[in-house]
């Protein structure tokens, strides 16, 4: 069955420093992946999405993600983040079951910024 | 402007007492599925839909039913709700397969 890693549970950084949350994913076909963001109270916003092509791929507010077969995972990056950027992460892998397009989400990961 | 739209976005209710969770989405998308958030365990799917009249069940669809009489509504039914449905749900679409979900801004239920 698929699988979504996200092994860090919470992260504080710094405003203006550089941030990467780990995915690690584990499904039998070719992934479809996305990132969505979460802000407190809010519902989910999709970041970015790798269906297939460039494994390096960008999405709103600055962010990027790399898919690594060989590594199976999708990294989420960012240079330079901002007080704004302070929310929940989640990680998801699509899968594709018998008509099913469900979404197999990580747990989350929790970023705090700091001054 | 394209959206999907829950209500209510906040129910407190008694164990046992039947409730509706409505959703519905603009965007004439095919598929439709409940999700529940609980701390720690991300979100489940509960039920998804493929079309009018086609429903099946996720990971998690003990205690919940929905329908699809029309494509751009899919409700989600708690016919005798208990305090382990305590949850943030939601709905959530997407036009055909393989392709990007988009969400609603969820239904905060909590049940005493």
């Known amino acids: 069955a698929q699988s979504v890693t996200q092994p860090d549970i919470h992260i504080t950084v710094s405003e203006g420093a550089s941030l990467e949350l780990r995915c690690n994913y584990s499904?039998?076909?070719?992934?479809?992946l996305f990132w969505y963001v979460q802000s407190p109270g809010q519902g989910l916003q999709l970041l970015l999405k790798?269906?297939?092509?460039?494994?390096l791929v960008q999405g709103i507010k600055g962010f990027e993600a790399e898919f690594k077969r060989s590594q199976s995972s999708f990294n989420l990056r960012k240079p330079s983040v901002h007080w704004s950027d302070a929310a929940e992460y989640f990680c998801?892998?699509?899968?594709?079951?018998?008509?099913?397009?469900?979404?197999?989400f990580g747990t989350g990961t929790r970023l705090t910024i700091i001054p | 402007e394209a959206q999907v739209t829950q209500n209510p976005r906040y129910l407190i209710t008694v164990t046992g007492k039947k409730l509706t969770v409505t959703c519905s989405q603009n965007?004439?998308?095919?598929?439709m599925s409940w999700y529940r958030q609980d701390p720690g365990l991300g979100l489940r799917q509960i039920y998804y839909s493929m079309n009018v009249e086609v429903t099946d069940k996720g990971d998690v669809p003990e205690g919940y039913k929905v329908s699809r009489k029309e494509k751009r509504n899919f409700p989600l039914i708690l016919e005798s709700p208990s305090p382990n449905q305590t949850s943030l749900y939601f709905c959530?679409?997407?036009?055909?397969?393989?392709?990007?979900?988009?969400f609603g801004p969820g239904t905060r239920l909590t049940v005493l």
């Open positions: 790798y269906f297939s092509g460039d494994t």
């Open positions: 965007m004439n998308h095919e598929y």
């Open positions: 959530a679409s997407m036009r055909g397969r393989r392709d990007t979900q988009y």
């Open positions: 998801a892998v699509g899968v594709t079951n018998f008509g099913n397009e469900k979404l197999t």
């Open positions: 499904y039998g076909a070719t992934p479809y």
